[in-house]
T-cell receptor
């Protein structure tokens, strides 16, 4: 199993540009999550999904959108990038949320200039 | 909202020593706790978990202790090695609301000196 994969690894955007961060998992997990991690800080939940076609907001959803058309994929869309969105983004998945660990991808480092 | 906090942002130890990383949580409704390790440039990795009906759980070289009375969680690493150098996060998962969304602490940076 490849586990959770994310692309790209790094990206530099200009203010106002848009991009999609890709996330895929091959463990047939129902639950998927997007987090951002700012320097010296913990993970903050952006969006999560409990299954294909179902998504919900986390703690910091403004400026982002998600979709979940398949069990495997959970892309994160940034519209009109702002410097405040400079961060490292992690995608994660879990079989069930309760009493189960989350498996994390390697992260995407995004800089908005 | 309630959040998980860590007492020390950085912990420096000598190779071979035992390490103890602490975590305070404030949500009494949390019933599942996880410790993650994050190496530089990588995503967090599961280390060990514990349910609220337990007060201790042991893994390979790691032990997690849970004190629900004072809402305190600790991770003990025995015979710390340079490869243990990383940031360690605790996460709490509440049972209220049915969403089971974890809250992560800021993390403690463990530095192991050879």
């Amino acid at each position: 199993n490849a586990g959770v994969t994310q692309t790209p690894k790094f990206r530099i955007l200009k203010i106002g540009q848009s991009m999609t961060l890709q996330c895929a998992q091959d463990m047939n997990h129902n639950y998927m999550y997007w987090y951002r991690q700012d320097p010296g800080m913990g993970l903050k939940l952006i969006y999560y999904s409990v299954g294909a076609g179902i998504t919900d907001k986390g703690e910091v959803p403004n400026g982002y959108n998600v979709s979940r058309s398949t069990t495997e994929d959970f892309p994160l869309r940034l519209e009109l990038a702002a410097p405040s969105q400079t961060s490292v983004y992690f995608c994660a998945s879990s079989r069930e949320p309760r009493y189960n660990e989350q498996f994390f991808g390697p992260g995407t480092r995004l800089t908005v200039l | 909202g309630e959040s998980v906090g860590l007492h020390l942002p950085t912990l420096s130890v000598q190779e071979g020593d035992n390490s103890i990383i602490n975590c305070a949580y404030s949500n009494s409704a949390s019933d599942y706790f996880i410790w993650y390790k994050q190496e530089s440039g990588k995503g967090p990795q599961f280390i060990i978990d514990i349910r609220s009906n337990m007060d201790k759980r042991q893994g390979q070289r790691v032990t997690v202790l849970l004190n629900k009375t004072v809402k305190h969680l600790s991770l003990q690493i025995a015979a710390t090695q340079p490869g243990d150098s990383a940031v360690y996060f605790c996460a709490e998962i509440p049972i209220s609301g049915g969403s089971y969304i974890p809250t992560f602490g800021r993390g403690t940076s463990l530095i192991v000196h050879p």
